[in-house]
């Protein structure tokens, strides 16, 4: 192939490997979401933005989650250094260089020890793709024509879920945005991967 006609071939190439797939349409929401809750074995990267009154920092995150643990590293605000959220049954722990880690019972409650706010990081894992937690009862569900959830109002939050992309079976959103209050987060994830529940680990 002459040099002239290599880049836009390659651009092309690039550009069919980077087109998303079609969303799967969704006509059983209720088993749609308990196949993919049973998926606990997921990770994403992005970016999440906290934004209170007279404050807003955004920090890059890598979520790991299995079924007996999970890691979040966090990374990225106002200098800070890597600083990691690990957890499973018993304990949360907060690790950050140069410090003792800090222990919680629950994320929930490492949450509020750290900011004085409630961050429920329990329901965030489902949130986070794009379903309702299993407890309290949502407030109220909205969807797209594909069925997939667009808002959510659940524990005193309010939800928008959208950039909705295809990742094997499963339609995981790419923005959400959640306010509560005087509270806003948004967290807009870059890449997904999620194993099958039968798949080793």
């Not at 290599?6 to 196949?35: G, H, K, N, S, W």
């Not at 509560?180 to 099958?196: F, G, H, P």
Request: charge should be negative; hydrophobic fraction near 40%; charged fraction near 25%.
């Amino acid at each position: 192939m002459p040099f002239r006609l290599l880049l836009p071939a390659c651009l092309l190439l690039l550009l069919a490997a980077c087109a998303r797939q079609p969303l799967r349409e969704v006509e059983d929401f209720q088993r749609y979401r308990q196949e993919l809750a049973a998926i606990e074995d997921w990770q994403l990267s992005g970016k999440m933005n906290l934004r209170v009154p007279g404050e807003s920092d955004t920090v890059r995150i890598i979520w790991q989650n299995r079924p007996e643990d999970f890691a979040i590293r966090l990374s990225g605000a106002l200098g800070m250094g890597a600083t990691w959220i690990r957890g499973n049954s018993r304990e949360v722990r907060l690790e950050q260089s140069g410090g003792d880690p800090i222990i919680a019972p629950s994320a929930d409650e490492l949450a509020y020890s750290l900011l004085g706010r409630s961050i429920p990081i329990s329901e965030l894992r489902y949130w986070i793709r794009g379903l309702p937690a299993p407890q309290p009862r949502p407030a109220q569900l909205a969807f797209n024509a594909e069925g997939v959830l667009t808002q959510l109002e659940q524990s005193g939050w309010t939800l928008q879920f959208s950039d909705y992309r295809a990742v094997g079976d499963w339609n995981l959103p790419g923005r959400i945005v959640g306010s509560r209050d005087d509270m806003r987060i948004t967290l807009l994830i870059s890449d997904w991967s999620l194993a099958a529940p039968d798949e080793d680990h």
